[in-house]
């Protein structure tokens, strides 16, 4: 297997602008989580699924943030329109229970000017 | 999510001495207790992870322990390489993992 595939690697756009992301996570792995990484706030957990249904999406910081599940192979994660403080880097990740070790992608660098 | 608390954020060790991190963590129902490592421009990788009905976990030259009753578990590399070098995160889970603040080991050659 692959592993968790996540694109692009890096992204650079302007303030306003739209940006998806894209993640396929490990084939057969139930659940699939989006993280979000900064210097000042960590590893922070955005939204989850489980079966491709948005289970709990407490971290997504505001309406400018969406996540979607199509289906099991594929997760976008969408901010429109985004600011300068939305810069870090997002993984994606899967399992194949919520408690038990989750294999991470390599990460989307975003930086919004 | 649950609060977990690193200790220390940065270690510096000699090559081929023992590192040590704790985490502990406030009222849970946390069964799963798992270390990442992350290396720069990479995912974190799971590299050793112990459930709460075990008290001690080992894997080669990496160990966990846990301690249920003081909340607080702690990662042990003995015989540190280079390689070793890297940001450690540990994590606690009821249903989604929730991550500490990470420690960045360097071991010095």
């Not at chain 1, 289970?55 to 400018?64: A, H, K, N, V, W």
């Not at chain 2, 270690?11 to 799963?32: F, R």
């Not at chain 2, 606690?92 to 991550?99: I, Q, V």
Request: net charge negative; aromatic share 10%; proline share 5%.
């Amino acid at each position: 297997d692959a592993g968790v595939i996540q694109s692009p690697r890096h992204e650079v756009t302007e303030m306003g602008q739209e940006v998806t992301l894209r993640c396929k996570p490990i084939s057969g792995h139930d659940y699939l989580f989006w993280y979000r990484q900064t210097m000042m706030r960590g590893l922070e957990l955005l939204i989850y699924f489980n079966n491709n249904v948005p289970i709990d999406d407490s971290g997504m910081p505001e309406d400018r943030f969406s996540a979607k599940m199509p289906n099991a192979s594929f997760s976008t994660l969408k901010i429109q329109p985004s600011e300068p403080r939305d810069s870090a880097v997002y993984f994606c990740a899967s399992s194949f229970k919520p408690n038990d070790g989750y294999t991470f992608g390599s990460g989307t660098r975003l930086t919004v000017v | 999510g649950e609060n977990v608390e690193q200790h220390p954020s940065t270690l510096s060790v000699q090559e081929g001495d023992s590192a040590v991190i704790k985490c502990t963590y406030s009222d849970s129902a946390s069964n799963y207790f798992p270390w990442y490592k992350q290396e720069l421009g990479k995912g974190p990788q799971l590299i050793i992870d112990i459930r709460s009905n075990v008290g001690e976990k080992k894997d080669q030259r990496i160990a966990v322990t846990l301690n249920k009753t003081a909340k607080h578990f702690s990662l042990h590399i003995t015989e540190t390489q280079p390689e070793d070098s890297a940001v450690y995160f540990c994590a606690l889970a009821d249903y989604k993992l929730s991550f500490g603040a990470g420690t960045t080991v360097t071991v010095r050659a």
